[in-house]
């Protein structure tokens, strides 16, 4: 079965913090995502990678940054955290990009 | 823009019930997904029908797809009280076929 990581489930920080989440897949998929999950908006996309170092923005990409040096990891990054951006984020892969997306069960991120 | 919006917002039923959730979307589509997510998890993918097909069964779910009214159902028969938890469509359109689209998802309480 593939696992999709994500390092923490819970993370409270501080407005102006640089935050970052890490997702790791052990199914060698050439694509990842990461999301955004609030209330009565249901998934966000925030940006994508479909390849090593490679990256795309997704529909609220704004604030945030991603990395993807190896092909297992993808990690989400708050510049400057804002209290905006408490939210639930959730990490996916999938191989090929429209095909099912495994996800990983999420990171509740404050941001005080 | 909103592509997949799930009706209704929130569905409460018994037990041994049929739960019918339905799914709309405005583009022409590759693919349609169903997820399932439990609270405070990651989504589960349940099922995936694609674009010419009309339905799919998978165990005690049926899909069923209509693509002139750009619409989709996911029936759950004799219902479980493990079942309760929030479901998703998701679509992969033709013009973004690198990701996917989800809905704000439907709420499905069983009581037992």
């Known amino acids: 079965d593939v696992k999709v990581t994500q390092s923490s489930r819970y993370l409270v920080k501080r407005t102006g913090e640089k935050v970052f989440l890490e997702c790791v897949q052990d199914?060698?998929?050439?694509?990842m995502f990461w999301y955004r999950q609030d209330p009565g908006l249901g998934l966000r996309l925030i940006y994508f990678?479909?390849?090593?170092?490679?990256?795309e923005k997704g529909d609220i990409p704004e604030g945030y940054s991603v990395s993807r040096e190896k092909k297992e990891r993808f990690s989400l990054i708050l510049e400057s955290a804002s209290t905006n951006q408490t939210s639930m984020y959730l990490c996916?892969?999938?191989?090929?990009?429209?095909?099912?997306?495994?996800f990983g069960d999420g990171t509740r991120l404050s941001i005080l | 823009s909103q592509q997949g919006e799930e009706d209704p917002q929130a569905l409460s039923i018994q037990e041994g019930e049929n739960a019918t959730m339905n799914c709309s979307y405005k583009t022409s589509i590759n693919n349609l997904q169903w997820y399932r997510q439990n609270s405070g998890r990651g989504l589960v993918h349940l099922i995936l029908i694609r674009s010419n097909e009309r339905e799919k069964h998978s165990g005690r779910l049926r899909v069923t797809l209509d693509t002139s009214k750009k619409s989709s159902s996911l029936l759950i028969t004799a219902s479980r009280a493990a079942d309760t938890a929030s479901y998703f469509c998701a679509t992969s359109s033709i013009q973004g076929a690198q990701k996917l689209v989800f809905g704000q998802g439907t709420r499905l309480t069983i009581n037992p």
């Open positions: 996916a892969s999938s191989s090929p990009p429209n095909q099912p997306q495994h």
């Open positions: 199914m060698d998929h050439e694509n």
């Open positions: 990678s479909y390849d090593v170092k490679m990256k």
